[in-house]
């Protein structure tokens, strides 16, 4: 999120613009969970449309940010300040709730991914294949049992009685990450945009503002949604 995507001060419009329509998603579906959680109206964000349209917003972002980070020189700095920002994330989040807060989520995983691209980067991408394989299945068989450790849930290893309002653990998701990597490694190996038309700006400057939005929108969907019900 908010990555610089280039060198010599210019950035790659195509990028930008995909990330704003991440951006747009994402608030379209945590409009549906206040909707349903606040005010209690029928929609379903579990399964279905509103499942996939949530997903499909945390899915671009991520392959996004990996390709971004093969972009951008300052990718370590870039995690670790995103990751400063979801510990505040899951500060005020516990501070609301102790029960039910933001233990690993989406921003956690991005500044933790971020931090590892430069190192992860010298490999092969041949290796970078198989490694985001391999973090896909290793995630898809972690989901299906439990453990009995609580401190596990990062690699996404949940105890019983885990929960939490946000979580995108390190597996499976770093396979989506490391797929951005192998595409900016490839697709945009010469850092240069591939696309010759300017796509709408409006979109493009939400993508390029992704990082402030993500920790301001819901104040704002909350308040809105305050005005008009009323309560």
Not at 29 to 54: A, M, P, S, T
Not at 126 to 140: C, D, V
């Amino acid at each position: 999120m908010l990555h610089k995507d280039i060198t010599n001060n210019k950035r790659i419009e195509e990028i930008d613009f995909a990330r704003g329509i991440a951006i747009i998603l994402m608030i379209l579906f945590h409009l549906i969970v206040d909707l349903k959680d606040f005010y209690f109206y029928n929609v379903d964000y579990f399964r279905g449309f509103w499942y996939i349209e949530g997903k499909l917003s945390a899915i671009l972002f991520m392959f996004l940010c990996g390709i971004s980070s093969t972009l951008s020189f300052r990718s370590t700095n870039h995690g670790i300040k995103v990751f400063i920002w979801s510990m505040v994330l899951t500060a005020v989040t516990y501070l609301y709730n102790s029960d039910f807060y933001i233990r690993f989520g989406i921003l956690h995983f991005l500044g933790i991914s971020l931090i590892s691209a430069r190192l992860i980067q010298q490999l092969s991408i041949r290796l970078l294949f198989l490694l985001s394989i391999s973090s896909i299945t290793l995630g898809l068989v972690f989901a299906e049992r439990f453990v009995t450790s609580p401190y596990l849930f990062p690699l996404g290893l949940q105890s019983a009685t885990f929960a939490s309002l946000d979580f995108y653990p390190v597996f499976p998701w770093y396979g989506v990450f490391l797929a951005g990597i192998i595409a900016g490694k490839t697709v945009y190996a010469s850092k240069k945009s591939l696309i010759a038309l300017h796509p709408p700006q409006t979109i493009t400057w939400l993508g390029r503002q992704s990082l402030a939005i993500y920790l301001i929108h819901q104040p704002i969907l909350l308040a809105l949604l305050y005005v008009i019900h009323g309560k």
